[in-house]
């Protein structure tokens, strides 16, 4: 049980450094996607003004959402194996 505790921590870690680069990245691809939009359309307001109300869209969509399955889906595996593993 220890080992396994040891386990979920350890890839607990792994898994929030690997959250948080996908976060950044994905976030850093909207930015770009909506300066790029932006550059081509010539919105009616400034840049940043319009990058902004795009990133703060972007933080209520689903796809940032399901950037937490990094989480779920990882844990609930180790959780199937052990399971069967150990009890069927």
Not at 5 to 10: H, P, Q, T
Not at 31 to 49: F, H, I, K, M, V
Not at 63 to 72: A, D, E, W
């Amino acid at each position: 049980m220890l080992a396994l505790l040891r386990l979920l921590l350890i890839g607990f870690a792994v898994l929030t450094v690997i959250y948080a680069a996908i976060s950044l990245w994905s976030r850093r691809v909207r930015r770009q996607r909506l300066e790029r939009e932006w550059d081509e359309a010539q919105g009616p307001s400034n840049r940043e003004r319009f990058v902004a109300d795009g990133l703060r869209h972007y933080d209520r969509s689903l796809r940032r959402k399901l950037i937490l399955g990094v989480y779920i889906l990882p844990l609930c595996l180790i959780a199937l194996i052990t399971y069967l593993t150990n009890f069927h």
